[in-house]
């Protein structure tokens, strides 16, 4: 059998220095999504990101390469002649690649080969069978780092990230984490510092408090990564993934949509609870514990400048982006008290089902959940495993919210927000225990209508009133500077778009259906 690539374990020696002492090196964190390690073009982009944007010491997190998670997926299924598909992938990956491709393929045939034995008992080992695609990026990645003179290490992070409980996400051993990331360090305390290289995590693989190896559910590696972050005090974090940060809606959706700058934690975890795809509320938990600056960017966009989440808002009271969430179904149970409905809400969020809008109303002894139409079996089952009976009331639903920092204590927001609701056949108007989230339920047939509705209220400036200059001497000049100077400002403190239509002297005038402030030239011939 060929010599296999072994990642990275943690040591069992007793580390040999302080435990927190790499807390202190300014570690920032960087992840990529499997969209940005896709293609052999993308693989390139990421290794130029990282040689650019990263220094020794820092850590690099990775998903798995494209859609090879669906694909293992499609085997622990019983489709197990899916993996030839894997080869086949991974044989067009490497194929314009500078490594050792015959090395790396051998890897991945083993491997596959392992994996179709492992198949035969499923679903024991349906944890370690998904481990093998983040362990093949984080091979791949390191490869080529290396053959751009940019020294890295492949790392298991199922060495690092061990969780406590059986039965609660982000209960993650401190103690463990900091023994095996010291020993990770220890050379910078050696007295070679500059030997400190980058090291290539896993995504997505931890152990549970058996030492078994375990995966974390859907968004794993955004979540390894913000963890990862929380446990060596990274002095940053970095999302990278296919597009440029959050906006002011799906820009799939909407097209007239425009990245958001900036974002408050705030405003992250109330966008993360709505089910956004960019930001899970996984992986946003960390961040509220530890309170680190984070940006979500693209590797597809040179230069990209995204979003940037930090703990204190930059604004308030101002929407900032507007969320949606479509094909959702409710289910109502009735003749419920509250002790029981939470416990049943505790169940659905470990089984790792997002609830959205959920309520329980203490005057009618009733919950009310709101799932993707996907969980809806799960969902019922385990309503009915607690011995309740779910009526599944409605399909087809969408949920459109707004988000923003103290949009609820904003009552022109509040006014604007209903009256537009008025044209619209409502399910439910719904208000989030934050204040920072203002939400309503629709049938999905109507949803993207009120979509781009809401959007423009919000986002599109008002029409406003037309502006005649009649004067065009020192003080009519200076007027129109003024405008023309401050333009952006004005607007966006009065919310209404400036229209400069007509200009006139005792002699001549200009009249414009276009802003004139746009075409001085036409000005100038006063």
């Known amino acids: 059998m060929p010599e296999q690539v072994h990642i990275n374990s943690a040591e069992s020696t007793k580390p040999i220095v302080d435990a927190t002492s790499y807390k202190n090196l300014g570690i920032n964190v960087h992840k990529f999504g499997g969209s940005s390690l896709a293609t052999s073009e993308q693989l390139l982009t990421v290794c130029n990101i990282v040689i650019e944007q990263t220094r020794p010491g820092d850590i690099i997190v990775v998903s798995a390469n494209g859609n090879v998670t669906d694909t293992l997926l499609d085997a622990i299924h019983g489709r197990v002649n899916s993996l030839s598909g894997i080869k086949s992938f991974y044989k067009r990956l490497v194929s314009g690649l500078n490594i050792n491709t015959e090395h790396f393929i051998e890897l991945i045939n083993n491997d596959i080969e392992e994996v179709r034995e492992l198949c035969r008992h499923c ?104 963890i990862i972050a929380q446990l060596v005090k990274a002095k940053s974090v970095t999302i990278w993934t296919d597009v440029d940060g959050i906006f002011t809606a799906d820009p799939n959706i909407v097209h007239n949509a ?183 339920l629709i049938e999905d047939k109507q949803a993207i209508t009120l979509l781009h509705d809401l959007h423009d209220t919000f986002f599109v400036l008002e029409p406003s009133i037309p502006i005649v200059v009649l004067g065009f001497g020192n003080i009519g000049k200076q007027f129109i500077r003024i405008l023309q100077d401050n333009k952006n400002e004005i607007e966006t403190s009065l919310n209404r778009s400036l229209s400069l239509l007509g200009v006139a002297n005792s002699r001549n005038y200009t009249l414009s259906k276009a802003c004139l402030l746009d075409n001085t030239d036409a000005i100038d011939l006063l």
């Open 123 to 226: 679903p024991t080992h349906n944890d370690e069978i998904l481990s093998f695609g983040e362990k093949w990026s984080a091979h791949l990645l390191t490869q080529l780092l290396a053959n751009l003179e940019c020294e890295a290490q492949a790392v298991d992070a199922s060495n690092y990230l061990k969780l406590t409980s059986l039965h609660e996400y982000n209960q993650f051993d401190e103690k463990f984490a900091e023994d095996n990331f010291s020993n990770l360090y220890q050379v910078l305390y050696e007295g070679h510092k500059d030997c400190l290289i980058r090291y290539v995590f896993t995504g997505f693989i931890a152990r549970n408090n058996n030492d078994q190896l375990i995966t974390l559910g859907r968004n794993g590696s955004d979540y390894s990564a913000t």
């Open 258 to 440: 425009k990245r958001v700058e900036h974002l408050s934690l705030c405003e992250a975890q109330a966008i993360s609870e709505l089910g956004a795809n960019v930001l899970h509320q996984k992986t946003v938990t960390p961040l509220l514990t530890y309170k680190t600056e984070a940006f979500i960017k693209s590797s597809f966009i040179e230069d990209s400048s995204g979003t940037q989440i930090t703990q204190l808002p930059v604004s308030s009271g101002y929407v900032k982006t507007i969320a949606i969430k479509q094909s959702l179904t409710r289910i109502v149970v009735n003749n419920i008290n509250e002790l029981s409905a939470r416990t049943i809400q505790q169940r659905i969020l470990l089984n790792q089902i997002a609830s959205y809008a959920s309520n329980f109303d203490r005057t009618l002894d009733r919950l009310t959940l709101y799932v993707a139409e996907s969980d809806r079996f799960n969902t019922v089952s385990i309503i009915q495993a607690a011995q309740f009976y779910p009526i599944v009331e409605k399909n087809n639903l969408s949920l459109i919210s707004l988000v923003g920092q103290s949009i609820r204590q904003n009552q022109k927001i509040i006014s604007k927000f209903v009256n537009r609701l008025e044209r619209f056949s409502v399910e439910e108007i719904h208000y989030p225990a934050n204040a920072h989230t203002l939400c309503v």
